[in-house]
């Protein structure tokens, strides 16, 4: 029985070694499991197998092998352990080596966003004025028929009423603004003289659409009301709004016209940048462009607000917004800028 015995833990000690001996070369997990399996199986592994004959050992031989089998058990146990962890480490490096980003390679361009042309002339005409001493405040665009028209001086029988086709929502109540003025009228209202903004936003006509006319389209209103304001004060606004946008050689002039709610009223020109006032074909060979309306505000307008006209007088201007981007960038077509071309908007 005692060479049994020691024949017996001899195979434990000689599997523990081929083990072992097979544990090192493996360089995959999944071989791993193999050897798991052939070895530490609990169903067919080679150390279940030896210990299938604990129960034809003797009371005295029984501990003892036990004591073996486990030892060796632990041994390879703690040696897969020791393995397993191993593997892992080194396919988390290589994976990591593999998806490693070569931070000197250039990156990939990817297209520049920038702002929209009417978007462009719209702060860079804001940021003038805002130099100025102008606020700038923006307005509702869906309006009353009161602030849209009769605040400002255009009675419901009024003739100037047929110069603005309006899209109706309430038709004789409420609209789509068809000029950026209401807001001036209701910042006169809510503030006490002296008052200077500016205010940008949307306008609708409805009229058809051409190289020169869109349904929607944007204005820049401005207004100033001060005591002692004159004509003079307009002039010189809109001449340095005219060289700071245009470039400091540009001259202005006024042609007397008419608007409702201004008196005296003026078309504002100014000289033709393509050709510097000498004649061509963008200014029709007259050396001049126009590009806004001004005038001085109407007494009657004031007093609607609850300004005394006696005391307090004011000027305003008003310029299409597109109308000052195609002069500036010598465009012929108003409705680039609403076709979300991107040939054309990729040149700003």
């Known amino acids: 029985m005692i060479g049994q015995l020691e024949q017996l833990l001899g195979q434990l000690d000689e599997l523990r070694e081929r083990a072992i001996a097979e544990l090192g070369p493996i360089t995959l997990l999944s071989d791993l499991d193999e050897w798991d399996i052939r070895y530490l199986g609990r169903n067919k592994g080679e150390l279940k197998n030896l210990s299938a004959i604990m129960p034809k050992l003797s009371k005295e031989e029984r501990p003892v092998v036990g004591q073996r089998i486990n030892a060796v058990k632990s041994e390879l146990e703690r040696q897969l352990s020791a393995k397993r962890e191993n593997l892992k480490q080194q396919e988390m490096i290589a994976a990591l080596e593999q998806e490693r980003i070569d931070v000197t390679l250039p990156g990939r361009a990817l297209p520049v966003g920038h702002m929209h042309p009417i978007s462009r002339t719209i702060r860079e005409v804001t940021q003038i004025f805002e130099r100025m001493g102008f606020s700038v405040v923006q307005g509702r665009e ?168 006696t005391k307090y007088r004011g000027f305003a201007f008003g310029m299409g917004v597109e109308r000052i981007a195609m002069l500036k960038y010598g465009l012929g077509e108003i409705r680039l800028f609403s076709g979300n071309d991107l040939r054309f908007l990729r040149q700003f």
């Open 142 to 309: 869906v309006e009353t028929d009161y602030y849209n028209f009769q605040a400002l001086n255009v009675p419901a029988d009024h003739p100037a009423r047929d110069m603005q086709d309006t899209f109706w929502v309430n038709p004789g109540q409420i609209l789509l603004r068809t000029h950026t003025s209401p807001m001036q009228v209701r910042t006169m209202k809510e503030t006490e003289p002296p008052v200077r903004v500016v205010v940008p936003g949307k306008v609708y006509r409805n009229e058809a659409v051409d190289a020169t006319h869109e349904a929607m389209f944007h204005q820049i209103e401005g207004l100033l009301v001060d005591e002692y304001c004159t004509m003079a004060d307009l002039k010189g606004c809109l001449e340095r709004f005219a060289q700071e946008l245009f470039g400091i050689d540009t001259k202005i002039r006024f042609r007397g016209s008419y608007f409702p709610f201004t008196e005296p009223s003026a078309e504002v020109d100014v000289t033709c940048s393509s050709c510097h006032g000498e004649g061509c074909r963008v200014c029709k060979y007259s050396g001049w462009l126009e590009v806004l309306g001004a005038g001085m505000v109407h007494p009657k307008l004031l007093r609607e607000v609850g300004y005394d006209p």
